[in-house]
């Protein structure tokens, strides 16, 4: 119960977290004009085809204490960034980055240009553009990016290995806790909460296809 | 009210799809009122608005309205679109659909305080007839109600001009009119240029004060709608208000003594004569006719006022609703419209001989 409570704080913090970072790095990928923009873009897509022990490895290097990240953070705050809560979310929002931008790309492209236009000629810029325009009509890209990044965190495993390794309480999530339980032979305990993850994981995918199928809608009676 | 309130002189080129660089190089001067931009789809009526608007950028040249600089590629002047007090008004609306047509209205207004603002757009909703939608979302409406919501919506902000892109486009002519008469009347009090783009040749006539002519990037023709359309001077213009008979043809002889030439039609035997004009023998040129402008007989006609009776071929009839379309072989290739009743009266059938009658002035040089 400890471990599932911990993956969904953490969860939750990464998703919230990604959609106040996401959303300008977002919005520069869809609006740019920048010719060299597929770097970035390619950067963003990264973790999408590492294996998370490279990106986790990374992560550990960097967070540890001869770590760029991790003298920083002691300098700061005095302690590591290794092996805490807060490191964990550090290498999880970088894991699930894509996740959550590259909905939020789809969605803000997808906004009638023509609409950008309108808005300008009314007098807008694009601060006011984008608040009444653009992220009210990306709304269901807004959703997907929240409930993929959320889902995602939540399953991630490789990751949290490397950076978190298995601290009752504070690093260990789920999936460490299910791995732990079947090393164990306690498949019960394991299949109890893989039940669990299998059901909250399923929930939430649930929510993206419907909100993409456009179940629910928002602006339009058709 | 003779000074011009909008003068755009610019030259823009882009990328055409799968051509060469497409090039617009216009000079056109707007006075109060409704001035037609007409032009077949392709000749750049859009990007001509979108430079006055300041969505796309001209290479060079100066943009002025009312005395302002919008741009000036001189010193590298460009106003942003929020700041040149334009309305614009696609051809697809591009109202917010996730706003009700209130809040549509109102967008433009939010630099102003509640209750001005709420006054505002009740006027404008009122006076567009559209004051019982104001709760609405645009998919709920019907397709005039949207033209009307768009035009309140760009007129609501008081700009200093107006550029409409085909907005009326699909609407019945009756509900088309009836908007316009309600743009007229809120341009009564106010006066600014409004530019409205169509390639509707019933829309010239229906709208047109002043009309101006826009083929392949340049302007072929303005004035009023009679001088530009009637005698056109290009041949796609002439394609596109619907000259059925574009033919080319190589100058003979003039005879400046009766104001006509003669014409040879196509490689030889079609001789025909034409209106005076700046030409040498040997000339190439196209004339233009139009279908419905030309008689045709069973009989050679005689003692006629018309320049022109050619003896030909009669090789094809098709009835299209209320018209004959008939092509007729006179060394050149001619198509002429008549009436059903004419081909029953006439007892026309393909491969009859056939005369026909065309006016000297009926042939237009393009």
């Known amino acids: 119960m400890e471990a599932l409570l911990l993956s969904l704080r953490l969860a939750i913090s990464v998703s919230a977290l990604l959609l106040v970072i996401g959303i300008p790095i977002a919005y520069w990928l869809a609006f740019s004009t920048w010719r060299g923009k597929f770097l970035l873009e390619s950067l963003v897509a990264l973790p999408l085809v590492l294996p998370p022990t490279v990106l986790g490895f990374y992560a550990l290097l960097a967070m540890g204490p001869r770590g760029p990240l991790g003298k920083f953070w002691i300098a700061l705050f005095g302690h ?26 789809a969605s803000f492209e997808s906004v ?111 | 009210m003779n000074s011009a309130m909008l003068i755009a002189k610019f030259s823009k080129s882009y990328p055409a799809a799968g051509g060469p660089a ?4 216009v000079f056109i001067e707007l006075q109060a009122g409704f001035t037609i931009l007409f032009g077949s789809s392709g000749a750049g009526k859009s990007t001509l608005l979108d430079c006055i608007a300041g969505i796309a950028r001209p290479d060079t040249g100066v943009i002025l309205l009312n005395g302002r600089t919008l741009f000036d590629s001189a010193t590298g002047a460009s106003l942003p679109p929020q700041m040149r007090d334009t309305a614009y008004v696609f051809q697809t609306l591009a109202l917010f659909p996730h706003l009700s047509v209130e809040a549509n209205v109102a967008y433009g207004l939010s630099h102003l305080p509640e209750p001005e603002r709420d006054s505002r757009v009740t006027d404008i909703l009122q006076l567009f007839r559209i004051a019982h939608l104001r709760s609405r979302k645009p998919a709920l409406i019907s397709g005039g109600e949207r033209q009307r919501v768009a035009l309140a919506r760009s007129l609501v902000t008081n700009p200093q001009t107006l550029l409409l892109d085909e907005p009326l486009v699909g609407l019945d002519a009756g509900l088309k009119s009836a908007i316009v008469n309600d743009l007229r009347a809120w341009n009564a009090s106010r006066q600014i240029p409004i530019l409205y783009v169509t390639h509707s040749r019933e829309e010239v006539d229906s ?22 359309l009637e005698a056109p001077r290009n041949r796609q213009l002439a394609q596109a208000i619907g000259f059925e008979n574009i033919l080319e043809g190589t100058v003979l002889q003039l005879r400046p003594s009766d104001g006509v030439m003669r014409v040879q039609l196509g490689a030889n035997t079609c001789e025909i004569e034409v209106p005076l004009s700046h030409a040498s023998p040997g000339d190439r040129l196209n004339v233009a006719v139009r279908a419905g402008d030309i008689l045709l007989a069973t009989a050679k006609p005689v003692q006629l006022s018309a320049g022109n009776v050619l003896e030909g071929n009669l090789e094809h009839l098709d009835q299209r609703g209320s018209i004959v379309i008939a092509r007729v072989n006179c060394g050149a290739t001619f198509i002429v419209h008549i009436t059903p009743r004419a081909v029953r009266s006439l007892a026309l059938a393909p491969g009859q001989k056939v005369w026909l009658v065309l006016k000297t002035h009926s042939c237009h040089l393009v």
């Open chain 1, 112 to 222: 009638d240009k023509k609409l950008l236009d309108a808005s300008a000629l009314l007098g807008a810029g694009n601060w006011r553009t984008f608040l009444r325009v653009i992220l009210p009509l990306s709304l269901p890209g807004v959703i997907t990016a929240l409930v993929l990044s959320f889902a995602h965190t939540l399953g991630e495993f490789g990751v949290v290995l490397m950076v978190g390794g298995n601290l009752a309480g504070v690093t260990r999530t789920v999936s460490i806790d299910i791995y732990d339980h079947v090393q164990s032979l306690e498949y019960a305990e394991a299949n109890g909460m893989a039940l669990v993850l299998l059901l909250i994981s399923f929930a939430v995918l649930s929510v993206v296809y419907a909100v993409n199928r456009r179940v629910w809608t928002f602006w339009t009676a058709k």
């Open chain 2, 22 to 25: 497409f090039l617009l190089n």
């Open chain 2, 207 to 228: 709208l047109g004060e002043c009309v101006i002519a826009l083929e392949n990037g340049a302007v072929v023709g303005s004035g009023s709608p009679r001088e530009v």
């Open chain 1, 80 to 105: 590591g960034l290794a092996f805490t809560f807060t490191g964990l979310l550090f290498a999880s929002v970088l894991y699930s980055f894509p996740f959550a931008v590259q909905p939020l790309v």
